[in-house]
């Protein structure tokens, strides 16, 4: 088995205060094993992020949106500011991420899924 730490970055334009998936599915394959660790992310009108996974339907990911300054900063967040979680999701899965938005006014959502990743095959 292979094990690694690896991210997913979805970002869409939204305008919309319904919830509203942003970017496109992450599909989980058979025989992997994905841990999320941790979301980050957003959108300039302020609300709530989250995920969904298709085989864990009552699952309830909903978190408060971090600051818009901080969403368009990505690459310079300070270690341990996303939301810490740990939730395992075994393939085949699909995951999406979503914004719900406080205002309807249009502006982009951008979201970071922090994961770890194993897999058949070796090191």
Known sequence: ???????????????????????????????????????FGGHPQGGSMGYSVDRLPGINANFPQ?????????????????????????????IQLFTVNLAATSGTASLWLKVQRTAAGSN
């Open 1 to 39: 088995m292979a094990t690694w730490t690896d991210s997913y970055y979805r970002t869409a334009t939204v305008a919309s205060t319904s919830k509203t998936q942003v970017g496109t599915d992450i599909n989980v394959a058979s025989g992997e094993s994905v841990v999320i660790l941790g979301m």
């Open 66 to 94: 971090s600051s818009a300054a901080a969403v368009t900063a990505l690459e310079a967040v300070a270690p341990g500011s996303q939301n810490s979680m740990s939730t395992q999701v075994t393939g085949p899965a699909v």
